[in-house]
Structures are given as C-alpha cells and as structure tokens.
C-alpha cells in the first residue's frame, strides 16, 4: 500500500532517467542502496538509487508545506535484467522550497527510503544558508556517530572532499564494491537521503597514495565515481575529470580535480608540474572571472600546505598561477576548502604570502576516520550589508574545537 502522505495524482513531471547496469558491483547485500540525493538547483535535484535486481524504482515527492494529494511521481524502470543504478532528475520545483520525496521498490517503501530536501534560491539572490564539509571515511571506522552530528546540523547541503572510500586501486568494479560498503553504514546513509551531497575525490578513491596523471586505469576511477555521485558535471566534454561548478544563491563553488591531470609527486617543483591540468585551468579562469557572487569558494581534495608533502605547494606554478589570477583580476570573496589531513582546522595565508588578502583556508577531514571525527560547517548569509561566513569545526564528541566569522569586507584586493 503506498503511504497517504505520498497520494500519487495524475501529473507528471518532465524527468531525466538514467539508468545503467553497474559492472563489477557488490555481489551480496540488500537490494537497494540509497536514495542519495545529489545536485540541486532552484528547479530540479537528482535522486539517485542503486538496485541488485531488475529494478521497478518510483519516485513520490511534494513540497513539505503542500497536502498529500499535491505528490507527484515518476518512474525509474528498465527492461535491463542485473544490478542497476538508477539515477533521475526531477524538474518543474520551486526555488527555495522544501520539498519531501519517497521512493517505492516493486510497490514496497521502508522508513529509510524517504527524506526531504531545500532547493536553492535563483542564482545571485542574496540568501541564509548552511553547508557541511567533509572528507577520510572508512565504513569500518570504529565511530560514525559524526554523521549523525552533521544531519543533526541542518545543512542545506554537503560537499565531501576526497578519501571518501580507501581502495586504493583504480579498477572499476574495486571501487564500487568500496563505494557500496561506505553507503551500507546507517549513519551515513541517513545523511546522504536527507543533504544534497556534492563529492569530489582525493587520492585513496582515485587509484591510490599520492598517485594523479600516471595511473592507466585512470578512466575507469572516473566512469565509477561519475556512476556513483550525482554531481551536476564531472570534467568538459574535451577535458576529461571530475571537476564542477555550483552555486547556491549568490555563493559559487569551484570544485577542482586535484588528481586527473597530477603530476608525479616527486618530479621537480618548476613550471612543468601541474597539480590540475591546463585545460581545467583555463575552465577555472573563466569560470571565475565570470563570477558575481559574493564568496567564491575554491575547493579540493589537497591543503595547500599544512602538513605532508601531497599538497599544493609540492605544485608551485599551479598554485602561484591561481594566486595570480585571483591579485591580477582583482577577485573578491575568495575562500579556500580542502581535506586530507584527518583534522579539521582553519588555516590562514596571510597577504604578504598570497599577494592579495589573507586566504582563509577551511580543511575539513576525518569524519570517519580518525579520533577526533571532526567536520566543518560553513553558515552563510549574503543578505547583510557586508555579507558573512561563520565557520564552525566540530569534534566527534560533539564540542566545537574552533569558529569564526569572515566578512566579505576582509576578502577584497587593495591596491
């Protein structure tokens, strides 16, 4: 019997369905993981599930504030027998609205097939907003009681910055057996249907330790992570990898591929070696210039220099290029995510090292795999005069180890 709540009416929406049988998947288990929603945007989010059978996937969703007999619905079906991935696009909602959705297995729903989620304001409306960042997970991490500490955050979405499993290994069907075990943990499951998460990788779920450009299966790290996140882009038709871009209101996200195009660790430090390749640069400049939020956020997987030696300083001309950019063009509102590290801090570049302002650098790392279990939550509000951040860093015991607020006014180019 489908639940009252999700009444289904005889409108249906325009939906994109994708759906793709996943080679070299798990072989045991439940017959579903997920739901996971991914990207969302004023009008549309992305639902994504994955089956062991031939799936017969349904979709009900309403605003939260709508009566049951509002729910819509729409199909993720295939002819294709074998374990699938089933990921549809939803289209026609409202911005900035809460909306509640359901999903329905050959007519059977369980209380973890159901969550809600908030869709973003039209790009460049000033807006209230809350994320979470995060990165390290092992699904045998002895605590994963973080997850429930950021659900119980609210964030209005999640970005995970790499490491979010630990194969090692680049080949496709490794990956996606790691990928479902870290989604078979509760807590993290629960986080994934109620927060439109956004992932990019790092080196242990690319193919391994600071391995980038030199790994032959490179491809094939990239088919499974592009099958098992639902960002709204992975790389340029012509420029393969797994960088994005975003934006909630008027806050854009730059999310860059730190791996793909990597050059090896220890070749020498001149104008040669690339931490991201010259084609994603020149999609980043663009990008960037093109830009008129109020915060701009540059995000991946490596610190630029704290601690280890897989950071961007190991990469000097790609970081001074960024750097310069940023001075030359006079780009304000630059603030800088990453991982890696398996603590959580924020880290300051003053002006006298950047040319332009002090950067402040938010590293969120080891949620599920470290003691501390510590992430970051980012509270943004673009609706004052001088518009904010308050960066909270969270303990797994649930205390606050650091928190400060960055003002905009702080984040310009003088001459």
Known sequence: MLNRFFTPCSSLLLALVVLLPARGAEAGGPYMRGPMIGHVSPTTVVIWAYTK??????????PRAATADAARFVDMDSSRAGAQRARVTLHGLEPDTEYVYRVFFRRKTEATWRGGFRTPPVKGTPTRFKMGVSSCMRPDHKDHG??????????????LLGDNNYADDPNRGVLWRHYMDMRKVPQFGALLREVPTYAMWDDHDFAGDNRGAEVK????????????????????????GAFFQLSWGDV???????RYYRSRLEAPNDNRKRMIGDGQFRWFKRAIKASQARFKIIASGSTIEVE?????VQYRFSLQRIWKLIRDERISGVLWMSGDLHRSLVDVHPKAETGFYDLQEIISSGIAASDEGSFATLAFDTTLPDPTVHVKIHHGNGSIMEEKT???SELVVRP
Not at 146 to 151: A, D, F, H
Not at 219 to 236: I, Q, T, Y
Not at 252 to 258: A, E, M, T
């Open 53 to 62: 059978n031939r799936p017969g996937v349904r979709v009900y969703y309403r």
């Open 146 to 159: 973080s997850w429930t500490l950021l659900l119980e955050e609210e964030p209005d979405f999640h970005l």
């Open 217 to 240: 299966q490179k491809a094939a790290s990239l088919e499974a992570f592009r099958e098992v996140w639902a960002n709204p882009a992975a790389g340029l038709p012509q420029v393969p």
């Open 252 to 258: 854009d996200f730059f999310v860059l591929d730190g």
């Open 308 to 312: 280890g030696e897989d950071t961007w």
């Open 406 to 408: 960055i003002r905009c």
